[in-house]
């Protein structure tokens, strides 16, 4: 029982990501990306833009740009383009890696990977899909931006959801323990009741029993 209460609780502290399903949507879940990156580590940039119509051709061009902390101005770090992704500034040089969509010009998931991360890359990065529909009778333009705000740490830090994760498997293990000791507790006194009352019926049985006259 101990084993897989640890075993839900860690599966829980998994979970840090809530998913959030548009309605009229299958097969696509917009997930808000981490923002706290540990230095000389890696770490996922997330960008997902579902479409609504998914029977609705089209293609994607998916921009990165980063604007770092107490600047002003962002600028232009990736482009992805139908299995083309190109590095477009050299502090990224070799250290930005498409994990978007593959192998279909309609991107819907625009991610990057960022190794080695560095304290040089805390900062703000704006993610744009430049998305177009090819509808029966025109093409529709449709510009998506998201932003996320990155913080590079020396150490990560424990979420609440895992700390509270942690606190709620020691209480149960605690109330666990008291239950078991209550439970033999109780058992023992019965036995203990048991013992005390066949032995007070053997004490008032008629010691003239087996005793025979010939």
């Known amino acids: 029982i101990l084993k897989l209460l640890t075993h839900s609780f860690k599966s829980i502290e998994r979970r840090r990501i809530v998913f959030k399903l548009p309605q009229c949507q299958t097969g696509c879940a917009e997930v808000d990306s981490m923002t706290e990156a540990v230095a000389g ?10 479409k609504r119509r998914e029977e ?5 061009i998916v921009d990165w740009h980063y604007k770092a902390a107490g600047s002003e101005e962002f600028i232009h770090i990736f482009q992805y383009e139908y299995n083309n992704p190109i590095i477009l500034h050299e502090n990224f040089e070799g250290r930005l890696e498409w994990k978007g969509t593959m192998g279909t010009k309609d991107a819907q998931i625009g991610s990057v ?7 040089n890359d805390t900062g703000t990065y704006l993610c744009t899909f430049h998305r177009t529909l090819y509808l029966p009778l025109n093409e529709e333009h449709v510009v998506i931006s998201k932003e996320v705000e990155l913080t590079v740490v020396e150490n990560a830090n424990p979420e609440l959801t ?9 209480v149960l293990i605690a109330v666990l323990q008291l239950w078991m000791i209550g439970v033999l507790i109780y058992c023992y006194r019965k036995i203990y009741a048991e013992n005390e009352a066949r032995e007070a019926r053997k004490a008032l049985k008629d010691p003239c029993d087996g005793i025979y006259l010939e």
Request: proline share 3%; charged share 5%; net charge neutral.
């Open 41 to 50: 580590k890696g770490f996922l940039l997330g960008c997902i833009s579902c």
């Open 113 to 119: 990977f960022i190794h080695n991360v560095t304290y």
């Open 162 to 170: 895992a700390v509270i994760s942690e606190i709620m498997m020691y």
């Open 56 to 60: 609705v051709p089209g293609s994607a």
